[in-house]
């Protein structure tokens, strides 16, 4: 089994630039979180979907950032434009949902850094 | 925002010595899960606690859950140089199901 598949790990760009980051959770999971983690903190919930469904995405920045997961299988964040505060650490996680645990299993990270 | 907060932010420690580390969190919940993570990866899920137990162990790890305190600590047993790692606690909340995590401490074990 692969795990959960993010790419790319690292990304440089310059402010007001585009980027997008995507995400091949572990397949046959329904459940896929994308998380922020900043240096030094836990990561922080951006959105939650449940299938091809966000179910959570209260802390998602809207007017620069959104998200799909077509088909219900791997999902896309993007951010447009980027700003100097987006540097951090950009998880995805996926989870099966099973007994309501909510156990997850997370890919490696894609590192943005803006400047 | 955090649900959960890790004591201390960062605990430096002998091999062979054991590591404890505390989560507070502010609301009921259903469970609550520990993960590590290594520099530069992705958290690794170690152990769940649910709501309704005490205690749980596994290998060399030992959870507690204390609900009426809102508590829980992660104990580490005989601790090797390759458990230095970050460790997160994260809850779910009741009556929610999305899991959050606290800030997390910082481990060093040195040989």
């Known amino acids: 089994e692969a795990g959960v598949v993010q790419s790319p790990r690292y990304k440089i760009i310059e402010k007001k630039q585009p980027v997008a980051f995507w995400c091949n959770p572990i397949s046959g999971h329904n459940t896929l979180y994308w998380y922020r983690q900043n240096l030094g903190q836990g990561p922080e919930l951006l959105i939650r979907y449940e299938n091809e469904e966000a179910v959570d995405d209260s802390q998602l920045p809207k007017d620069r950032f959104s998200a799909e997961r077509l088909k219900g299988v791997d999902s896309t964040l993007k951010i447009q434009p980027a700003e100097l505060g987006d540097s951090a650490v950009y998880l995805c996680?996926?989870?099966?949902?099973?007994?309501?645990?909510?156990?997850?299993?997370f890919g490696a990270g894609s590192r943005l850094t803006v400047l | 925002s955090q649900q959960g907060e890790e004591d201390p932010q960062a605990l430096s420690i002998q091999e062979g010595e054991n590591a404890t580390m505390n989560c507070s969190y502010k609301t009921s919940i259903n469970n609550l899960q520990w993960y590590r993570q290594n520099s530069g990866r992705g958290l690794v899920h170690l152990i769940l606690?649910?709501?309704?137990?005490r205690e749980k162990h596994s290998g060399r790890l030992r959870v507690t859950l204390d609900t009426s305190k809102k508590s829980s600590s992660l104990l580490i047993t005989a601790s090797r140089a390759a458990d230095t790692a970050s460790y997160f606690c994260?809850?779910?909340?009741?009556?929610?199901?999305?899991?959050?995590f606290g800030k997390g401490t910082m481990l060093l074990v040195s040989p």
């Open positions: 606690i649910r709501s309704n137990e």
């Open positions: 994260a809850t779910v909340p009741f009556g929610y199901s999305t899991l959050t």
């Open positions: 996680a996926s989870g099966d949902g099973l007994s309501g645990a909510n156990v997850l299993t």
